[in-house]
C-alpha cells in the first residue's frame, strides 16, 4: 500500500513541477525601465561629449539617435520528482525527493537612426530659437550661462561668434557680452530679473521680454547697456520697471537683433574648452593669445577669456575613476570630472536643446538654416 501512495503521489506532482513555459514578449518590469533609461542618458551624454572632442581636432562628427527600444521575457520554471523504494530481503525504505527552478533572461533590441538629410540640419545647424532659449530661464537655468552657452550676440554685442566653428586664427573678445550676461545674473539672483515668453498671436514669433526695478546699481548699468547696443525692440520705463522685449524679428530680412547659436555652433565653441596631450598639438589649429593655467574645470588657455569657467574637458591616459562622463580617443581619454557641476551642467544643457530641437524637426518646423555674419 506505502509503494503504490508513493509512485501515485509522483504521478500526480511531476506533470505540474515539470511544466515549463514559452518566451513571451512583455514590458520590462520596474528595475529594468530604471537601467535602460540610465544608459541611454549616459550613452547620450557621451556621444555629445565625444563629438565635442572631435570638434576640437576639427574631425567630422557624427549623431546615432535610438529609435526603438523593444526587450523580449523569457520566463520558465521546470522541476521533478522521484522516489527510490527498497524490495530487497532488508528493510523496507522509501525515499521522495523533488526539486524545482525558475529562470528568467531578457533579450534587448535597439533600432539607431543615422542623423542626416533634413534632421541633421534642423537639430544641429538651425539656430536655437531665442524664446526657447530663454524659456529654460523661467525653470530655473543660470541666465548667465544660457547666453555664454546659447546667444551668438544680442544687438550689436557680440558673443565670440568666431568660435562657434573651427578655431580661429585669434582670440574673439566678447568681454563686452560677458559684462552684459554677468549683470542679467546678478540680478536674476537676487531675484530682481523676470524673464517672460510670451505668444500672443499663433503666427507671429514669439516675444522675449525682460524686466528688472529701477533705482539698483545693476539695473541702471543693465538699463544703458540695452540703450546703448539696441538690444531691445521695445524699452520702456513704468512703475519703477525697466522692460525690454528682446527682439527675435526685425523689419530687415535676416537682421534680427537677438540671435541664438545652433546645437553644433555651441558644440563648437565648447570644444575649444577641451584640454590636449602636449603630443596633439600638431593636430590642432594653434591659436595665439594670453595665456592662463588651466584647471580640471575650466577652460585651458586663451579660452578662459572668452568662455568663463562653465565648461572644462581634461585628458588622461588611464580611464578616470571619478568621471561623471569619460570617452576614449586617440589613445587617451576625456573627461569631465564629477566634481565640476559647472561643466556637467552646461553639457545638460546643451543635451536638452538637442532633445528640443529633435522635437522641432519631427514637426517640419521650416526656419532660415544658414546665416553668414549672423
Same mark, same amino acid.
Given at each position: 500500500?506505502? /509503494?503504490?501512495?508513493?509512485?501515485?503521489?509522483?504521478a500526480?506532482?511531476?506533470?505540474?513541477?515539470?511544466?515549463?513555459?514559452?518566451?513571451?514578449?512583455?514590458?520590462? /518590469?520596474?528595475?529594468?525601465?530604471?537601467t535602460?533609461?540610465?544608459?541611454?542618458?549616459?550613452?547620450?551624454?557621451?556621444?555629445?561629449?565625444?563629438?565635442?572632442?572631435?570638434?576640437?581636432?576639427?574631425?567630422?562628427?557624427?549623431?546615432?539617435?535610438?529609435?526603438?527600444?523593444?526587450?523580449?521575457?523569457?520566463?520558465?520554471?521546470?522541476?521533478?520528482?522521484?522516489?527510490? /523504494?527498497?524490495?530487497?530481503?532488508?528493510?523496507?525504505?522509501?525515499?521522495?525527493?523533488?526539486?524545482?527552478?525558475?529562470?528568467?533572461?531578457?533579450?534587448?533590441?535597439?533600432?539607431?537612426?543615422v542623423?542626416?538629410?533634413?534632421?541633421?540640419?534642423?537639430?544641429?545647424?538651425?539656430?536655437?530659437?531665442?524664446?526657447?532659449?530663454?524659456?529654460?530661464?523661467?525653470?530655473g537655468?543660470?541666465?548667465?550661462?544660457?547666453?555664454?552657452?546659447?546667444?551668438?550676440?544680442?544687438?550689436?554685442?557680440?558673443?565670440?561668434?568666431?568660435?562657434?566653428?573651427?578655431?580661429?586664427?585669434?582670440?574673439?573678445?566678447?568681454?563686452?557680452?560677458?559684462?552684459?550676461?554677468?549683470?542679467?545674473?546678478?540680478?536674476?539672483?537676487?531675484?530682481?530679473?523676470?524673464?517672460?515668453?510670451?505668444n500672443?498671436?499663433?503666427?507671429?514669433?514669439?516675444?522675449?521680454?525682460?524686466?528688472?526695478?529701477?533705482?539698483?546699481?545693476?539695473?541702471?548699468?543693465?538699463?544703458?547697456?540695452?540703450?546703448?547696443?539696441?538690444?531691445a525692440?521695445?524699452?520702456?520705463?513704468?512703475?519703477?520697471?525697466?522692460?525690454?522685449?528682446?527682439?527675435?524679428?526685425?523689419?530687415?530680412?535676416?537682421?534680427?537683433?537677438?540671435?541664438?547659436?545652433s546645437?553644433?555652433?555651441?558644440?563648437?565653441?565648447?570644444?575649444?574648452?577641451?584640454?590636449?596631450?602636449?603630443?596633439?598639438?600638431?593636430?590642432?589649429?594653434? /591659436?595665439?593669445?594670453?595665456?592662463?593655467?588651466p584647471?580640471?574645470?575650466?577652460?585651458?588657455?586663451?579660452?578662459?577669456?572668452?568662455?568663463?569657467?562653465?565648461?572644462?574637458?581634461?585628458?588622461?591616459?588611464?580611464?578616470?575613476?571619478?568621471?561623471?562622463?569619460?570617452?576614449?580617443?586617440?589613445?587617451?581619454?576625456?573627461?569631465?570630472?564629477?566634481?565640476?557641476?559647472?561643466?556637467?551642467?552646461?553639457?545638460?544643457?546643451?543635451?536638452?536643446?538637442?532633445?528640443?530641437q529633435?522635437?522641432?524637426?519631427?514637426?517640419?518646423?521650416?526656419?532660415?538654416?544658414?546665416?553668414?555674419?549672423?
Amino acid at each position: 500500500m506505502k /509503494i503504490w501512495t508513493a509512485l501515485a503521489l509522483g504521478a500526480a506532482l511531476a506533470p505540474l513541477l515539470g511544466a515549463c513555459a514559452t518566451p513571451r514578449a512583455t514590458s520590462p /518590469i520596474t528595475q529594468d525601465t530604471l537601467t535602460y533609461s540610465n544608459e541611454v542618458a549616459t550613452a547620450q551624454q557621451r556621444q555629445l561629449l565625444l563629438n565635442i572632442v572631435k570638434l576640437r581636432y576639427n574631425d567630422p562628427v557624427s549623431f546615432v539617435e535610438i529609435q526603438t527600444l523593444t526587450t523580449e521575457d523569457f520566463s520558465g520554471r521546470g522541476g521533478s520528482l522521484t522516489s527510490a /523504494i527498497g524490495l530487497d530481503d532488508g528493510p523496507f525504505t522509501e525515499v521522495l525527493a523533488g526539486d524545482a527552478g525558475f529562470q528568467r533572461s531578457e533579450t534587448p533590441t535597439a533600432v539607431y537612426n543615422v542623423l542626416r538629410g533634413g534632421a541633421y540640419a534642423q537639430q544641429l545647424l538651425q539656430p536655437v530659437a531665442p524664446e526657447s532659449i530663454f524659456l529654460l530661464s523661467q525653470s530655473g537655468w543660470s541666465v548667465e550661462r544660457l547666453m555664454l552657452c546659447c546667444v551668438a550676440r544680442i544687438g550689436d554685442v557680440d558673443n565670440a561668434r568666431a568660435a562657434a566653428g573651427p578655431t580661429p586664427e585669434t582670440v574673439p573678445d566678447n568681454s563686452a557680452f560677458r559684462g552684459l550676461a554677468r549683470l542679467m545674473r546678478r540680478l536674476q539672483l537676487s531675484g530682481d530679473l523676470l524673464v517672460q515668453v510670451m505668444n500672443d498671436d499663433e503666427d507671429k514669433a514669439a516675444r522675449v521680454v525682460i524686466t528688472w526695478h529701477t533705482g539698483s546699481d545693476d539695473g541702471e548699468a543693465l538699463a544703458r547697456l540695452f540703450k546703448e547696443h539696441d538690444a531691445a525692440a521695445e524699452f520702456t520705463v513704468e512703475d519703477g520697471l525697466y522692460s525690454a522685449e528682446l527682439a527675435t524679428r526685425s523689419t530687415r530680412k535676416g537682421d534680427s537683433p537677438l540671435r541664438g547659436r545652433s546645437v553644433l555652433g555651441m558644440m563648437a565653441a565648447l570644444s575649444h574648452a577641451v584640454d590636449i596631450p602636449p603630443e596633439h598639438e600638431d593636430f590642432v589649429i594653434p /591659436i595665439n593669445g594670453p595665456d592662463a593655467a588651466p584647471t580640471p574645470c575650466a577652460p585651458v588657455g586663451v579660452w578662459t577669456h572668452v568662455l568663463g569657467d562653465y565648461f572644462g574637458v581634461s585628458w588622461s591616459v588611464e580611464k578616470p575613476l571619478t568621471a561623471a562622463v569619460s570617452v576614449p580617443y586617440r589613445g587617451v581619454w576625456f573627461s569631465i570630472d564629477d566634481t565640476c557641476k559647472s561643466a556637467k551642467s552646461t553639457l545638460d544643457l546643451i543635451g536638452h536643446l538637442y532633445a528640443l530641437q529633435a522635437g522641432l524637426s519631427a514637426e517640419g518646423s521650416r526656419e532660415t538654416l544658414l546665416l553668414i555674419g549672423g
